[in-house]
């Protein structure tokens, strides 16, 4: 895997680990915040917890499922940056420096599109 690929699921998986870490259990969510949040090894991991490199990975993996399971289902993440992508266009649409009635209608619906989610 990439670096950038790598990076790009590290960014995800903490994202997701945010929104759902209550619902993994207490070893998941250890595993996960030792190997994504503190960059620890698998090999260091293992020595942590006296256990093989392997079980640690499988542990992690499951994990990662998990949260990929739950925002299948409850979409948190995607509705988050769905407000982020709105609200950045709303900021956009304040800083412009004549604020058209064609831009204040824009933001409006930006604003009861944020209230609908």
Not at 57 to 77: F, G, P, T
Not at 105 to 113: A, C, L, N
Request: charged share 35%.
């Amino acid at each position: 895997m990439s670096q950038e690929n790598w990076l790009d699921k590290t960014n995800r998986i903490n994202l997701l680990f945010d929104f759902y870490e209550s619902l993994l259990t207490e070893k998941q969510q250890t595993f996960l915040k030792y190997y994504f949040h503190d960059d620890f090894s698998l090999g260091e991991i293992a020595a942590e917890f006296d256990i093989s490199r392997q079980a640690v990975y499988e542990h992690i993996k499951r994990a990662e499922q998990m949260l990929e399971m739950y925002e299948e289902k409850l979409k948190l993440l995607e509705k988050h940056e769905q407000r982020s992508a709105q609200l950045a266009k709303l900021r956009t649409l304040l800083n412009e420096p004549d604020l058209t009635d064609d831009n204040r209608r824009k933001m409006i619906r930006i604003v009861e599109h944020l209230l609908g989610i």
